[in-house]
């Protein structure tokens, strides 16, 4: 079997390659048949840091191939091997990108010396080229620079086919997952998760948490990740050492706990709830002639409570919206009409005619309590039952004054005896925008029977 082992350098955030080398390695021979190497002109500005951790400055790829002049070199070279690289997800899809600009559909069989190495060599303190090949007594030379790189990587190859030859080839013929994982990764840290419902945490190589999220099939999301194989999820995997987890039972509690989390670990890679901001909310209040209104407002702690809280103001306009429709209320008596005249509504015959003094106030207040009372959960104290984490177990949630809690789990005996000892199990957790806005659409999907409401007295 012959093996195309490449190294590439680029320019950093646009991944355009400045330099690339291949030495093809005959496993039969025993040795390098073949090898090229070239710079290649970026066609755009090398950063200066690049610079200096490569050497490679604008002006020595100034008058080098752009890369479609070498594409055909790089394609006949690698043509029928198996492509291999330190990190081949990082190589590989760089290469394969620049010729899906050329219009082709670049592909090859492809190995991970990361992954190999760990595999075969395990217990090694790091698996990074550099120190990979201290611990290895490998030679390196012009490091950071494609043509040394490369060279040590194909001695890498070689004693790895030295050490365990069958391993190397069920790798080849994509006989394993072992290419879609992240380098770093251990394959046994992966191999352990379970696909139940619950939080799993993504950690670098400090162990510090980079990810967290949230599935009904742990296993099944983590692999979805790892299947996405675009440049820039590269940097995301590359960074994964190893993968944590905790078991929720229901998919509302696991929201909860991800939506907490995000807030403790403030994670690299989560942006959709990485910034707490101020948050926005839904109060009601008698204006001079009586009537109750309705507003959104933003962070107005000085106020009684609000009736519901959401994390950007769509969510609360949304809300909003849809209570109008089902009570039939007046968008200008609850903030989402700014008129001095009749509201719209009214004049297509949603709104009975508040806004213009057509309509009784003790009415029109009535349904705004029953608007209200639709969502009562979120003002009142109750407790939620949820599924557990096995079939004998519960899991629950604790509101109070429609502040969340927490949550906790119990044994069937405990939870239908004595909701004390039930409240002594809880893990507390903070109220924010972000769990408001879960309880808001998670509540309605649960059923009567599983809601104990009682008071704080209780």
Known sequence: MQYAVVDIETTGQSNKITEIAVYVYDDEKRQIIEEYASLVNPECAIPPFITKLTGIDNDMVASAPRFFEIAKDVHRITENRVFVAHNVAFDYNVIRGEF???????????????????????????????????????????????????????????????????????????????????????????????????????????????????????????????????????????????????????????????????????????????????????????????????????????????????????????????????????????????TNEACFDHQIGRCHGICVGKEDVSSYNERVNEAVESFTLQCGTYLVWLKGRTREEKSFIYIENGIYKGYGFVDPLTQMNNIGEVLETIIPQKHNADIQHILNAQMQNVPAKNIVHFSTAQ
Do not use: W
Not at 164 to 191: C, D, I, M, W, Y
Not at 212 to 220: A, D, L, M, N, Q
């Open 100 to 338: 899906k600009d050329l219009g082709a559909d670049y592909r090859r069989k492809k190995i991970c010396t990361v992954r190999l190495s760990r595999k075969i060599f395990p217990g090694l303190k790091s698996y990074s080229l550099g120190k990979l090949c201290v611990s290895l007594d490998i030679p390196i030379h012009d490091r950071h620079r494609a043509t040394g790189d490369a060279k040590a990587t194909t001695i890498l190859l070689e004693m790895l086919l030295n050490s365990n030859k069958p391993q190397v080839e069920l790798v080849a013929k994509g006989k394993t997952k072992e290419g879609s994982l992240p380098p770093h990764l251990p394959r046994e840290s992966f191999e352990k998760l379970p696909d139940q419902t619950g939080v799993y945490y993504m950690h670098n190589e400090e162990g510090k948490v980079i990810y967290v999220g949230k599935s009904k099939e742990i296993r099944t999301r983590i692999s979805s990740h790892f299947s996405d194989n675009s440049l820039r999820k590269l940097s995301f995997k590359n960074q994964i050492f190893d993968i944590t987890y905790q078991i929720t039972g229901s998919e509302f509690l696991a929201l909860l706990v991800e939506a907490a989390e995000i807030k403790n670990h403030f994670p690299e890679f989560n942006r959709a709830q990485k910034y707490s901001g101020t948050g926005y909310a839904l109060y009601q209040y008698h204006d001079q002639k009586g009537i109750l209104r309705m507003d959104v407002v933003k962070n107005r702690k000085f106020l009684d409570k609000p009736i519901a809280s959401f994390s950007n103001t769509t969510r609360a306009k949304t809300f909003l919206r849809e209570l109008v429709e089902s009570f039939n209320l007046c968008s200008k008596m609850t903030g989402l009409q700014k």
